[in-house]
């Protein structure tokens, strides 16, 4: 299982960015994450067969979406905050909160 992310980077407050999540072998569930300077990690979106969940602090802004033709697992991420700064890392995701394979991240910076 290999998962690649992309599309981070610098963005005004109130803008939107789009995360691309390229994941290669059997990866049923697979779940955005993201790490701020000194907090947590924090699950904040999955995706399976059976729907989509999301964290509260990202409901109604986030949005996590599939291609399976593609291999890819998108983030879209609108009025984006000042706290959505963060590296944002998918991963393939087994349980609650747990996930064994991650990607190398990719740096979400608001401004």
């Known amino acids: 299982v290999q998962l690649v992310e992309s599309g981070g980077g610098p963005v005004q407050s109130g803008g939107s960015l789009r995360l691309s999540c390229v994941a290669s072998?059997?990866?049923?569930?697979v779940g955005w994450f993201r790490q701020a300077p000194g907090k947590e990690r924090e699950e904040i979106a999955t995706i399976d067969p059976d729907g989509t969940r999301y964290a509260d602090s990202v409901k109604g802004r986030f949005t996590i979406s599939r291609d399976n033709a593609k291999n890819t697992v998108y983030l879209q991420m609108n009025s984006l905050k000042s706290e959505d700064t963060a590296v944002y890392y998918c991963?393939?995701?087994?349980?609650?909160?747990?996930?064994?394979?991650w990607g190398q991240g990719t740096q979400v910076t608001v401004s």
């Open positions: 991963a393939r995701v087994f349980s609650t909160s747990a996930a064994d394979y």
């Open positions: 072998g059997e990866t049923y569930c």
